[in-house]
């Protein structure tokens, strides 16, 4: 599932403020940036860390 485009420059937005304290909030916010990617290809590369 990817975000829908509508709402991607809000959701963007929600990511960015998410918190990176601990390894569960990196891994979290990692899941968060790949959902919401726009296309299956190239997940990988626009969230590699």
């Known amino acids: 599932m990817f ?3 509508l709402y991607l420059p ?5 990511i960015d403020k998410m ?4 390894i ?3 891994v979290d916010k990692y899941v968060e940036m790949n959902i919401a ?6 997940n990988g590369r626009a969230t590699r860390i």
Do not use: V
Not at 10 to 14: E, R
Not at 37 to 42: K, L, Q, V
């Open 3 to 5: 975000a829908n485009a």
């Open 10 to 14: 809000s959701k963007l937005n929600d």
């Open 19 to 22: 918190p990176e304290n601990t």
């Open 24 to 26: 569960e909030q990196i």
């Open 37 to 42: 990617h726009p296309f299956m290809e190239g």
